[in-house]
């Protein structure tokens, strides 16, 4: 899962295995989640959201899941591809506030 | 397709020197951010804007001013650059006015080295 200090964790999996990553926020307020994917070079895109009235979301491959019991968020990558390599971060917005909090992401490697 | 646009890919800059880093957006977007990234440390925000000429201080806004004269266009500055400051920057746009859909739509980034 995603934490603070200076190493980011890693999560190597094998072509065509699923993949789980793992995110802890941290105010029972949050209202809303998105998470996003960034390839070496590039700025984070978006690749799916889920607000706090659901615990489930599904998109092309990938699934969102919401505990909000235990302020945990975890996104499923369904058939892990090579283009799937990349940092994965998660964010969360307060009920009523105006901007996201960020993760500090989780580094997915794909195996050959 | 949204495109956020941030003027350098690489910068080096020498510590005192005053720096500034551009980014604009061609999708007509009210909100425009800065948010700086360190290995191990995920994003951080600097400063925001809602609006033409509004702005609001972010997470980290010390040693950084934004401005913002024009919708598109979202500028941010260094006053007097240090070395703690070599970072990637990265500038993003939505639509929302509300956080509840405040999906960010980010550009490619600036990496910034203080010497």
């Known amino acids: 899962g995603e934490s603070v200090g200076l190493h980011l964790p890693t999560l190597s999996v094998q072509e065509g295995d699923n993949s789980i990553i793992n995110c802890a926020y941290s105010n029972s307020a949050s209202d809303y989640f998105i998470w996003y994917k960034q390839e070496s070079g590039k700025g984070p895109q978006f690749i799916i959201d889920?607000?706090?009235?659901?615990d489930k979301r599904q998109g092309q491959r990938v699934t969102v899941l919401l505990n909000k019991t235990v302020k945990h968020l975890s996104l499923q990558i369904a058939a892990t591809q090579p283009g799937d390599s990349a940092v994965y971060f998660c964010a969360e917005n307060l009920v009523g506030g105006n901007k996201l909090t960020f993760g500090t992401g989780t580094q997915l490697k794909v195996e050959l | 397709d949204v495109k956020v646009t941030q003027s350098s890919r690489y910068l080096v800059k020498r510590t005192g020197e005053k720096v500034f880093l551009e980014c604009v957006q061609d999708m007509d977007h009210e909100n425009m951010f800065w948010y700086r990234q360190d290995p191990g440390l995920g994003l951080r925000l600097i400063y925001f804007s809602y609006d033409v000429k509004m702005k609001e201080k972010g997470d980290i806004p010390e040693g950084y001013s934004v401005s913002r004269e024009k919708k598109e266009r979202f500028s941010l500055i260094l006053e007097s650059a240090s070395t703690n400051q070599t970072s990637m920057y990265l500038c993003?746009?939505?639509?929302?006015?509300?956080?509840?859909?405040?999906?960010?739509?980010f550009g490619s980034g600036t990496q910034l080295s203080v010497l």
């Open positions: 993003a746009s939505s639509t929302a006015r509300t956080a509840t859909n405040e999906k960010l739509f």
């Open positions: 889920i607000r706090s009235n659901m």
